[in-house]
């Protein structure tokens, strides 16, 4: 604990992309070696913390979120020995290390799916899964019509009368947590981390953990990211409590935050004071920019995380959604990023949004999410958003691997106008925004007080303080420029401000 609480209260978490984030031995895919070596760059950038995506053992049909062993780590990624490396190498340079457990499901390659398979209908070793027989005459119909929330159905059949459930992809069956092994096992590997010196782990498909044991329908008209039998249920709760009783047994104020997708009501329970320290803001990614929905939006998250004694945990983008730039355009992203900095809480960025990376438009067969797969290319997924990065200018893969490498998505022609190289010197740059607006957020804005006091601004602007007095953060939501000069004066700002006001989707900080 330090005076304003614990060091995640207001932290700036880096999501380290690891396929896509630097590659040393250039197989394609980035990894361990690869982002220790980026670790002072990111000390340089001004985040707290980093959060490595899954570096487990995995066959790959979910970039990773389907592991096949839990207390280690790919070969692909590195060693045990180089992520204890890293870890040290990070603390060092003053940042924390957050790793991802996926404890919701595990590969169609791991030992207990494959002995589970194997074992053929009403065995035991099936019933560290949700595994139903099917309906129809020879069981040839799923149990039930629950949709995985990649398209398609959420069962699969094992081929002999029974199915078994996967919220994701075929090839990531979803373990039942009731099961005392699968139980004993997820201590075990939140321990195994533990043990090892990281300072958080992020719980992936947070509230899927436990579904009605009944599996009943779904309700008539229900649409994706509607309440269900699978989600949020009371009982998970009772599984963060004890994950919390664990991490509370070590020292430094180790982090739980859940991967939630919902609102306030969603959010709220994970954040009771025996729960986590952390739940994912992420309905922000979805408020149209105008400034009744962020007001409103704001209000009802602070207050339903600081009934709790926490903050909200703001994503301003991650590996599962478009880029920054995409979803609000590049201005607009760079003027969020100055609103979610400027308010009370934890803010996770995602690798790349610092350069202002644009989502890339990818041919079908270069498509590995299988999110395009299961929705029949419905949907085109997320691969636009996790393309490996530009560290150089200069020829592919620009700096992300070694010269004559073939990252394992393919970066446009061009990519190297938003390397790092490229915008590492240039004041106007979206890296030296970021650069600047987290050494600034420092003095400015950590540690003040978690209210937001709303104040007058012109039509389609929020303004805003934290408690009475302290700088402003002025956003102009709308598309046409403000013409009347900002009051006070400008501390950092989105876009050029000198002039008649405020540009179009621009936000600045003023004192
Ligand atoms: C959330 C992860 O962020 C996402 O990438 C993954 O596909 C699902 N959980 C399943 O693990």
Redesign the pocket.
């Known amino acids: 604990m330090t005076a304003t609480g614990p060091w995640w209260r207001e932290a700036i978490t880096y999501e380290v992309y690891l396929r896509s984030f630097a590659d040393a031995d250039g197989d394609g895919l980035g990894d361990l070696t690869g982002a220790r070596s980026r670790l002072p760059y990111l000390a340089g950038l001004g985040v707290d913390a980093v959060w490595l995506t899954p570096f487990y053992p995995s066959p790959d049909h979910?970039?990773g979120?389907d592991v096949s062993d839990h207390r280690a780590v790919d070969p692909r990624m590195g060693t045990l020995a180089e992520l204890d490396g890293l870890i040290a190498d990070a603390h060092r340079l003053g940042l924390r290390v957050v790793v991802d457990l996926?404890l919701?499901?595990v590969s169609s390659a791991h030992p207990w799916f494959i002995a589970a398979r194997a074992a053929g209908p009403g065995s035991p070793k099936r019933d560290r899964f949700h595994v139903r027989p099917g309906r129809g005459v020879a069981g040839e119909l799923p149990p039930n019509g629950w949709r995985s929330i990649f398209g398609g159905s959420a069962w699969a059949p094992f081929g002999d009368g029974e199915w078994y459930l996967h919220l994701?992809d075929i090839e990531?069956p979803d373990l039942r947590h009731e099961h005392p092994e699968v139980a004993a096992d997820a201590a075990a590997t939140l321990r195994f981390w533990l043990e090892r010196g990281v300072d958080g782990v992020r719980f992936?498909?947070a509230g899927s953990l436990v579904k009605d044991p009944a599996y009943p329908e779904l309700p008539p008209g229900w649409r994706a990211g509607d309440p269900s039998p699978y989600s949020d249920r009371d009982e998970v709760h009772e599984i963060y409590r004890r994950w919390a009783r664990q991490l509370a047994a070590y020292p430094g104020d180790r982090l739980g935050v859940a991967?939630t997708w919902g609102g306030p009501e969603v959010i709220g329970p994970y954040l009771r004071p025996d729960e986590l320290g952390q739940a994912f803001a992420m309905d922000p990614l979805y408020w149209p920019l105008r400034p009744e929905p962020w007001r409103a939006g704001v209000d009802a998250l602070l207050a339903a995380t600081t009934r709790h004694g926490r903050l909200p945990a703001w994503v301003h983008g991650?590996?599962?959604v478009s880029r920054a730039a995409q979803r609000w355009g590049r201005d607009g992203a760079r003027a969020m990023l100055l609103v979610m900095l400027a308010l009370p809480g934890a803010v996770y960025l995602y690798a790349g949004d610092e350069l202002g990376l644009p989502e890339v438009a990818l041919a079908d067969d270069e498509i590995r999410d299988p999110v395009f797969r299961r929705s029949g290319g419905e949907e085109r997924g997320?691969d636009g958003a996790r393309v490996p990065l530009p560290w150089t200018d200069g020829p592919a893969p620009y700096g992300f691997g070694p010269v004559g490498s073939t990252p394992w998505l393919p970066q446009p022609a061009g990519w190297g106008g938003f390397s790092v190289a490229r915008q590492a010197d240039d004041p106007t740059s979206a890296l030296a925004l970021t650069r600047a607006a987290l050494r600034l957020r420092e003095r400015c804005w950590r540690g003040r007080p978690a209210e937001v006091a709303w104040l007058d601004a012109p039509p389609g602007c929020l303004a805003f303080r934290r408690g009475a007095d302290g700088p402003t953060c002025l956003v102009n939501l709308g598309n046409a420029a403000i013409d009347r000069r900002p009051p006070g004066s400008v501390l950092l700002a989105s876009a050029p401000v000198g002039g008649p006001g405020l540009p179009a989707r621009s936000a600045a900080w003023l004192a």
């Open positions: 979910d970039g979120y996926v919701n499901h994701f990531q992936d498909a991967e991650s590996h599962d997320r």
